[in-house]
């Protein structure tokens, strides 16, 4: 039999990979640059909170029915019982998932910037893959520009983009995908949990919610700071997918 915590009668929160130091919580949040722009909350330790299901405005649902803007076949499926198949390039340190027929990026140019996913739970969950990657070690002001969502929120960060706020990814943790869980789909929008460890072996949580927009999964932003990233126990739950 497995030992787990509860096999064992360890504490989990004792654990090399549960410690939660600041160096863990600190080098994520700080990392997460693609919000470094936004407003974050202020007062006494501020935790992390699990960000909401989004729900579709109407122009959001209209959005939906929009083909892939680069061509890629969509899909009628609203799960995934299982880890697709994948191929995995690196971006900087972070293996990321890559089809670019079927899946997505359908389009990676020649700086390495990378869109265009699927209309699809698989193209979802690739979407979230690669926008952390580009956030944490590729142009994450152009991310803002390009695979956003459009909404107040974009506008606040790229309005002090604009205004001369420099975003930098220079501290990015090394992290890798462990697995996942799709916590939302539907035909405008989706929540892609996924799983990461870092390089010291502590593990976490990266909720990514999605709408689709312009023929792409574009991220979400949330109102504040806020990201709902936060460090777990275990992996417990999460669809094991890794490409490294």
């Known amino acids: 039999m497995d030992e787990t915590p509860e096999t064992t009668g360890r504490n989990p929160f004792s654990s090399r990979g549960f410690v939660l130091s600041a160096a ?3 080098a994520l949040i700080a990392a997460a640059i693609l919000l470094a722009v936004l407003p974050r909350p202020t007062g006494p330790r501020a935790e992390p909170i699990p960000l909401p299901t989004p729900k579709p405005t109407s122009s959001a649902s209209q959005a939906g ?3 892939s803007v680069c061509g890629l076949p969509a899909s009628d499926d609203t799960a995934l019982g299982a880890a697709p198949d994948s191929s995995w390039e690196l971006v900087g340190t972070m293996a990321v998932p890559t089809s670019p027929k079927i899946h997505g990026p359908g389009d990676v140019d020649d700086t390495g910037f990378r869109s265009c996913f699927a209309h699809s739970p698989t193209g979802a969950l690739y979407a979230a893959a690669n926008i952390w990657g580009t956030g ?9 520009r390009d695979l956003a969502a459009d909404s107040p929120t974009r506008d606040a960060a790229l309005s002090a983009i604009d205004e001369g706020k420099e975003i930098s990814n220079s501290a990015a943790p090394k992290i890798q995908i462990r697995g996942f869980i799709i916590k939302h789909y539907e035909e405008g929008s989706a ?3 996924l799983g990461i ?3 010291d072996g502590a593990l976490g949580t990266l909720p990514t919610p999605l709408v689709w927009e312009g023929g792409d999964w574009k991220l979400n932003l949330p109102q504040t700071g806020q990201t709902g990233i936060k460090q777990l126990a275990t992996l417990n739950g999460y669809i094991s997918w890794s490409g490294v």
């Open 191 to 193: 929540v892609i949990d």
């Open 136 to 144: 944490f070690y590729g142009d994450a002001e152009r991310l803002y």
């Open 197 to 199: 460890e870092t390089a």
């Open 65 to 67: 029915t929009e083909p």
């Open 24 to 26: 863990f919580v600190v």
